[in-house]
């Protein structure tokens, strides 16, 4: 009843270990998503809006029994478990096993779940991997060597106008957290003010490398983000800001328009265009 196991692009797996072990680990992690492909599973609501099920936590062990069977000895952060943390170490792991849960368990569409992997190196991004088990597609950066998509490195698209663009709006599935700067700016973009096209995609991280790969037209990416409860938390955040950083696009906060990390939280604009970044926060100013 599943799909047939993905492997690790074998440009990636040669430019450095850490690259290595973090493909090998998001592989590991999809193909127990592939292998579940249309079978029946248990589902938990954490909160509304806010699920999890058996594949998440089957996933999670296999991307976790590879870093931890690893050579590499890093602290690991992950959605599902307790963190493991190595105190003599510089490192740290960020692992969302299965992001999308809700468009996988209600089958939306293959292009939404994805398994992040990311590695940090004295609190900065060294690695990123985003892989999309329903599709194969994989996405991958390590610091200095550039961002790549099956093998293939990434540019930035040709800069366009607010008034031209499309724009997902990702929010909370329970409204009670939703902020008042995200209320407002989704309002704002649909006028005259806005862009094109305003959207809300179901919930998924792995939204931000559509911005990259050329697959849509979508041009930015407003995530929405609540400290009361945190809806980008670092194993959310850790490996598309690490590949979109790498390929020089930004995440920007919506209070400041400065760059945020993993570690922040509060609403967020994603693009490879800096430039329209700051036209969508200037609409909230």
Known sequence: MGLEPLRAPEHGLGMSEELRI?????????????????????????GVGDLVSEVDKRAEGAVLEVLAGS?????????ES????VADSGDC????????????LFRVGDPFPSVLVALHREQLPLVGVVLFPLTGECF???AG?????????MELPAPRRLQDVWIDMNQYGNARYETGMFAYLRNKLRTREGAKLVTSFPPHSGVAMRLLDGST????????????????????????????????????????????????????????????AMEIIALVR
């Open 22 to 46: 973090a493909l090998s680990a998001a592989v590991a992690g999809a193909n127990v998503i592939r292998d579940w492909v249309g079978r029946p599973t248990g589902i938990i609501e954490k």
């Open 71 to 79: 050579s590499l000895r890093a602290s690991i952060v992950s959605e």
């Open 82 to 85: 307790e963190a493991t943390m």
């Open 93 to 104: 792991w960020y692992v969302d096993p299965l992001d999308g849960t809700s468009a996988f």
């Open 140 to 142: 991958y950066s390590h």
């Open 145 to 153: 060597m550039g961002a790549y998509k099956d093998g293939r490195r």
């Open 217 to 276: 037209a979508l041009s930015a990416v407003v995530h929405d983000n609540n400290s009361e409860s945190v809806k980008q938390a670092p194993w959310d955040i850790a490996a598309p800001h690490a590949i979109l950083n790498e390929a020089g696009g930004c995440f920007l906060s919506l209070r400041t328009g400065e760059p945020i990390g993993p570690m922040d939280c509060e609403p967020m604009v994603v693009s490879a265009d800096r430039a329209l």
